[in-house]
């Protein structure tokens, strides 16, 4: 038997139906919940001894303790006010999100910018774009490699991904230039062969993946006209929406209304959302902490009425049964004051037509061979892979000259190449101090010469060319 200590009366359990119920906390484990400010204290119901009292789960609480859970603060009782969960989720093996539908985000978006049908069965932008944020998503520099890029979806979705978190990600694609089956039989029945500019410009990459990368980096369509819609984003910010609060104007006089035509109005106005045996003979009103909305059967109670919803934040859409404008107009406007207007997250949207700040470089990508390039003959065509295995700064290097300098300083791609061993002294002179320099490709005819060429220049990435060129381009792949 515990007996209530002077100045204080006995807060006995209730449902929200009203009847009665038991405490499944001992005294002695409810006071260090309480002290931890695991124990959350509801308003006093008006008119009666009772409060609802929660507290917080087992599972919860560790979350709390191990920090997973944010505690923002404490409310004027104690109980913590706690933020969003650092843990991570684990993604499951079948996602049913509606932006991942390859119809509506794959299909038709690749619709909207080509005007005609290209491609077959691609994927929503968006579901790529969340298989991809769940692995690159605290890598801001990652470099994405598609080697079956088809239309194109994996780029697109990583200049979106960018555009949300301000990342620098790269992404290189690798398609071959197939037509389609359709293509192939009218082009063959039409003399062409692949090779033929005819036959060609059909192909996946120059017809499908090309013209998509373009314009939704321009956010333009085929013709040059501004792509329509929005990009949706894991990004979200608040919006204010004011609360629902309606007058009823179908009761004469409100107070002469049976328990049967509340319940009735109940269920008219809050279509489910607030149970009717929460009604009761004598209720003047209903209000709910469990439940969005609430009803006033009788203005008479209006002031009542208000103190009971003095703090429930959750409430959504309110309901004044009453014929008396006036008095409807006040009461809206006092409840409006007192509860003001809710605050919802809503995603951001990244119109289309503001494209993506990108760059994109397209290569026709072939096998040299290895010999000639040993001999020094295909620098030329070399020279776009050096760029992009320096990490594609700036824009790709092009020499017009006829001859091949012997040492080539690119300063606008941080890079520096040295193509004459001979003239490695004045190579090493012009490096010196040069940390914006980060990688340097030598060409050697040793292993051992490039090494001792190499070793001064210990803030760079270097390259020893051309002993095997497919062996220095391997991943990973440095010195």
Request: glycine residues 6%; aromatic residues 10%; charged residues 25%.
């Amino acid at each position: 038997m515990i007996s209530v200590p002077e100045g204080c009366f006995a807060v006995w359990p209730q449902k929200s139906n009203g009847s009665d119920a038991t405490w499944t906390l001992q005294q002695s484990t409810f006071e260090e919940k309480r002290k931890k400010g695991f124990v959350k204290f509801g308003p006093w119901k008006k008119g009666s001894l009772f409060r609802s009292i929660s507290y917080l789960a087992q599972g919860t609480e560790k979350a709390v303790l191990s920090g997973e859970i944010e505690i923002l603060g404490k409310d004027e009782e104690g109980a913590i006010i706690t933020g969003r969960t650092s843990k991570a989720v684990t993604p499951v093996t079948v996602w049913n999100q509606q932006y991942h539908s390859a119809g509506d985000y794959g299909s038709s978006l690749l619709l909207s910018i080509y005007k005609t049908k290209r491609f077959e069965f691609p994927k929503s932008i968006y579901a790529t774009h969340d298989a991809l944020r769940l692995f690159v998503a605290n890598k801001p520099n990652a470099l994405i490699v598609d080697f079956f890029a088809g239309s194109g979806t994996t780029l697109h979705a990583i200049n979106l991904l960018n555009a949300e978190d301000g990342g620098n990600r790269r992404c290189i694609m690798v398609t071959n230039n197939e037509v389609s089956v359709e293509e192939e039989t009218r082009l063959k029945a039409a003399g062409y062969h692949p090779g033929q500019e005819e036959w060609d410009k059909w192909g996946i990459a120059r017809y499908v993946n090309w013209p998509r990368t373009k314009c939704s980096i321009l956010g333009q369509d085929v013709n040059g006209k501004p792509l329509t819609g929005n990009y949706q984003t894991y990004l979200k910010q608040d919006k204010e929406i004011k609360r629902t609060i309606k007058q009823i104007t179908l009761i004469d006089n409100s107070s002469l209304l049976t328990t049967a035509q509340k319940k009735e109005l109940v269920a008219l106005c809050c279509q489910g959302k607030l149970p009717q045996s929460l009604v009761k003979a004598d209720s003047k009103y209903i209000v709910s902490e469990e439940h969005t909305h609430s009803i006033l059967f009788d203005i008479d109670y209006a002031e009542d009425w208000l103190e009971e919803l003095d703090g429930q934040e959750q409430i959504t859409d309110l309901f004044v049964i009453t014929k008396d404008n006036n008095a409807f107009k006040q009461l809206k406007t006092d409840i409006q004051e007192m509860l003001g207007n809710m605050i919802e997250e809503e995603p951001v949207l990244l119109p289309m037509s503001e494209g993506f700040a990108s760059n994109v470089k397209y290569f026709k990508l072939g096998f040299l061979d290895k010999h000639s390039v040993a001999l020094h003959r295909q620098f030329r065509e070399l020279l776009p892979l050096l760029w992009m295995k320096a990490g594609c700064i700036g824009d790709c290097p092009v020499l017009l000259d006829k001859d091949i300098p012997d040492i080539l300083v690119l300063d606008s791609n941080r890079m520096a190449i040295l193509t004459n061993e001979d003239e490695y002294s004045d190579f090493r002179s012009r490096m010196e101090n040069r940390q914006d320099i980060d990688n340097i490709f030598i060409i050697a005819k040793s292993e051992h010469a490039f090494l001792e060429m190499a070793q001064p220049f210990t803030w760079a990435k270097t390259y020893h060319l051309y002993k095997d060129y497919l062996d220095n381009f391997s991943i990973n792949y440095e010195r």
